[in-house]
């Protein structure tokens, strides 16, 4: 049983998340704490310089936006399309950004090891849309608890039907990685696109490169061309005509936090625009 994946061939802006079912963010599960994290390497590069500082920049123009904010529930808005060109996007920027909103002051390396994770599968797969990649950040930092590590679901699905051992494997099917991945029938789905054994190995999903594989093939029309989770992806809500930040939740888990984490998409938004400049 490999440990890692095959990175795929396709970079089709079209990939999408797996994910269904109601585990929601970890932070918002019932009980229990995470096992600790095995230690992670500190970053190196730009990156590395990043994380120690906890001041928030003066005058930096971020602001966190109130849940109840009408800029946030407004279901959608005129399309604002801006393409992610690497050449000119700077990374030390976009961190100095994210510090300032959505992260509260300071990044950990935890965080920055993230982040760079994802970004790195962005420029792999050759993808544009910059609000897609918001709001794919956005959905891990509220899934992850703002860690921006793949965890386990907080209370491993305890008194949830998916919680339960089945019977054929001895492995519950709770929510695991960027997107908290719930119930079998979704782990055969990302296995099968992935070429793992989710099903009789779904610890799989809790490595940084298998956990972001899922998520991109989960909240684009990746492989399998259609939205993995619930039949939705980023392709039917930001589009050129619109962007609609709220229901772009129906991706992962219908509307549920869906103003919250559309605040978070925004913010990121502005950070990776602002690092283009």
Known sequence: ???????????????????????????????????????LAQPDGAAATHYRSGARRAN?????????????????????????DPARFDRAKFYDGVRAGPFPGRLSPGQVGGLETILNEWERRGMTDLRWLAYMLATTFHETDQKMQPIEEYGRGRRKTYGRIDPETGKAYFGRG???LTWRANYETMGRLLGLDLVRHPELALQPDVATQIMFEGMTR????????TGKSLEHYFTDQKSDWRNARRIINGTDRADLIAGYAKQLFQDLVAAHS
């Open 1 to 39: 049983m490999p440990s890692t994946i095959t990175p795929s061939s396709s970079t089709d802006p079209n990939a999408r998340i797996a994910r269904s079912g109601g585990a929601g963010a970890a932070r918002s599960s019932n009980s229990a704490a995470l096992e600790p994290p095995a230690p």
């Open 60 to 84: 930096s123009g971020y602001r966190r936006i109130p849940t109840s904010s009408p800029a946030v529930a407004r279901t959608s808005a005129p399309a604002r399309v801006v393409h992610f």
């Open 222 to 229: 990746g492989l399998s061309r259609r939205g993995d989770f």
């Open 178 to 180: 960027y997107v908290q």
